[in-house]
């Protein structure tokens, strides 16, 4: 994977919009990429496009929409209030369940830290999510929250969402919507790529990494 986005920061501007928090995004994509001048062509949007960061001889942040200490409280509340309610409790976890990612809290119902292989068996066709949703959108429907991840449920503020990042990106690099490729897992209604749908991108559903790196080349082979 690291080789293909290599090649393809070679021949188009390249975002990585996830829900994973800066930290992540340097353990799992920059720490494995080699140092050079792409890095430039590369803009990262941690926690659904949440906050913005850009390469300019070292990474800075141009925007972070974080929740207020009220509004933090407000949601591990109701996170901790809806697992309980839903029975989703699971008996055997790895670190913390919540995390405060300043712009957005995520529960990660086995834990950050749980191994791929417990998560993809954990909730593979998001029923178990969905049900948590469907309480959280009461509880917080002053917010957003969308289905991520294998075992996630990311809440950010309202309208602050991985399109809100879309656009931005456009802003930003002067790019068109129209003109941007989208890929992405959670593209279907209450996922947290889904708000993409409507931003006039070119969205394309991919199941997992195997996908992602068939769709790579594809583009790849087609722009070079």
């Known amino acids: 994977m690291a080789s293909l986005l290599t090649t393809l920061l070679g021949v188009v501007r390249v975002a990585i919009i996830s829900g994973g928090d800066l930290p992540q995004f340097e353990k799992q994509v920059l720490a494995r990429l080699p140092q050079h001048d792409h890095f430039g062509r590369l803009s990262l949007l941690p926690t659904c496009g949440t906050r913005f960061f850009q390469y300019d001889g070292s990474w800075h942040k141009l925007y972070s929409e974080d929740l207020s200490e009220d509004q933090k409280r407000q949601i591990i509340a109701a996170l901790n209030e809806a697992v309980a309610s839903s029975g989703l409790q699971s008996e055997k976890t790895w670190g913390p369940l919540i995390e405060d990612r300043e712009s957005?809290?995520?529960?990660?119902?086995?834990g950050q830290e749980a191994p791929l292989e417990e998560k993809k068996k954990w909730d593979p066709d998001f029923s178990k999510r969905k049900k948590l949703k469907a309480i959280l959108d009461i509880s917080l429907s002053s917010f957003s929250v969308r289905l991520g991840g294998t075992t996630s449920v990311d809440v950010t503020l309202p309208g602050i969402d991985k399109a809100?990042?879309?656009?931005?990106?456009?802003d930003v690099l002067g790019?068109?919507?129209?003109?941007?490729?989208?890929v992405g897992d959670a593209l279907f209604r209450g996922g947290n790529d889904f708000p993409v749908r409507g931003t006039?991108?070119?969205?394309?559903?991919v199941r997992d990494p195997n996908e992602t790196k068939r769709v790579i080349e594809a583009i790849t082979a087609c722009l070079t």
């Not at 006039?200 to 559903?205: L, Y």
């Open 175 to 182: 790019i068109e919507i129209r003109e941007m490729i989208y």
């Open 164 to 170: 809100y990042g879309m656009r931005k990106l456009r």
């Open 104 to 110: 957005q809290i995520t529960y990660s119902a086995l």
């Open 200 to 205: 006039g991108a070119t969205c394309i559903q």
